[in-house]
């Protein structure tokens, strides 16, 4: 089945606990990238990689890191969490290199005490 | 990206087709309407896309008015799963995958 995968599903941490929310996607799609969806604040791009080894920020970047090491995978990192990456957590891929039909994950639910 | 006006929410009887309307007055000529729903708290999912002709696919028919300032999304036949919030967007298609969701429709189908 066609999907794009996320894990954890949920995850409560602590203030600078390093952590990472991994993604992966079986379509070989070019396109993945991070958000974030806030009550009130709609869906907010973190990072978005058109390829493997290139990546790009997107609106809301500070405090992550990415990486595209393999087509399939694109990591997001929180090396030292704080309680304003307190968010629901979406990975997407598209098989063109712009984000043009976006495939979702099911989401991370994170929240940082 | 140009912003878009929907109806916060609607109620549709499961059978029937529901139509989503959206306003897009200030869209440009290289900016596409784009349509996702999101079931709650699930990941958003994408429906259907167009420019200025109509479009149809396996989920949903998109009417696009002449001027392109308002469309249209017809789920044909609704069903119980189809109760969630729609999103009308437009952008432009080299944006990145950069995604204004606004506030949406939320529709919920009633057996």
């Known amino acids: 089945e066609a999907q794009v995968t996320q894990n954890p599903r949920y995850l409560i941490t602590v203030t600078g606990k390093k952590l990472t929310v991994t993604c992966s996607q079986n379509?070989?799609?070019?396109?993945m990238s991070w958000y974030r969806q806030d009550p009130g604040l709609g869906l907010r791009q973190i990072y978005y990689?058109?390829?493997?080894?290139?990546?790009d920020k997107g609106d809301v970047p500070e405090g992550y890191k990415v990486s595209r090491k393999e087509k399939r995978n694109f990591p997001l990192i929180l090396e030292s969490p704080s309680p304003n990456q307190t968010s629901l957590y979406f990975c997407?891929?598209?098989?063109?290199?712009?984000?043009?039909?976006?495939?979702f994950g099911s989401g991370t639910q994170l929240s940082v005490l | 990206d140009a912003k878009t006006t929907q109806p916060p929410s609607m109620d549709c009887a499961e059978g029937r087709a529901a139509n989503l309307p959206c306003n897009h007055s200030?869209?440009?000529?290289?900016?596409?309407v784009y349509w996702y729903r999101q079931i709650h708290s699930q990941g958003p999912q994408y429906i259907i896309h167009g420019l200025k002709n109509n479009e149809t696919n396996e989920m949903a028919s998109l009417i696009i008015t002449e001027d392109r300032k308002s469309s249209t999304l017809i789920l044909p036949h609704a069903t119980l799963r189809d109760t969630a919030v729609y999103y009308c967007i437009v952008r432009v298609v080299s944006s990145w995958g950069k995604l204004q969701f606004g506030s949406g429709t939320q529709v919920v189908v009633t057996p």
């Open positions: 997407a891929s598209s098989l063109d290199r712009v984000g043009e039909k976006l495939f």
């Open positions: 200030t869209i440009s000529g290289n900016e596409y």
């Open positions: 990689s058109m390829n493997v080894e290139v990546t």
């Open positions: 379509m070989n799609h070019e396109y």
